[in-house]
């Protein structure tokens, strides 16, 4: 599975922006699709995770009610809306899969993207 991440950008607080993650794959019906994110100097977080099939979602505290994960079968694409952005939310967005799984952490990830990067000012 290759994955390609785009979308990020400058925004200021209280705005939103879409990320997309496009999949290459055959199919995605066995995959969980997550983004997480990296600030400087502090360890990679889960932002959201889909399970590709039925589309369940999951959410932690810190975005839950402002963020919101989709998936187009079709286009074998995820996205990111972010609503209500904060500075705090600057960091650089992967979108990783997972296997037959739906990891919390980063170690349960085989494949990522490269990034996208998103700045929130002040």
């Known amino acids: 599975v290759q994955l390609q991440a785009s979308g990020g950008g400058l925004v200021q607080a209280g705005g939103s922006l879409r990320l997309s993650c496009a999949a290459s794959?055959?199919?995605?019906?066995?995959?969980?699709v997550a983004w997480f994110r990296q600030a400087p100097g502090k360890e990679r977080q889960l932002v959201s995770v889909?399970?590709?099939?039925?589309?369940?979602?999951y959410y932690p505290d810190s975005v839950r009610g402002r963020f919101t994960m989709s998936r187009d079968n079709t286009k074998k694409t995820a996205y990111l809306q972010m609503n209500n952005l904060k500075p705090e939310d600057t960091a650089i967005y992967y979108c990783a899969a997972a296997y037959n799984s739906r990891p919390l952490t980063p170690s349960g990830y085989d494949y990522w993207g490269q990034g996208t990067l998103v700045t929130v000012s002040s």
């Open positions: 794959a055959r199919t995605l019906s066995n995959y969980c």
């Open positions: 889909i399970r590709w099939a039925g589309g369940s979602t």
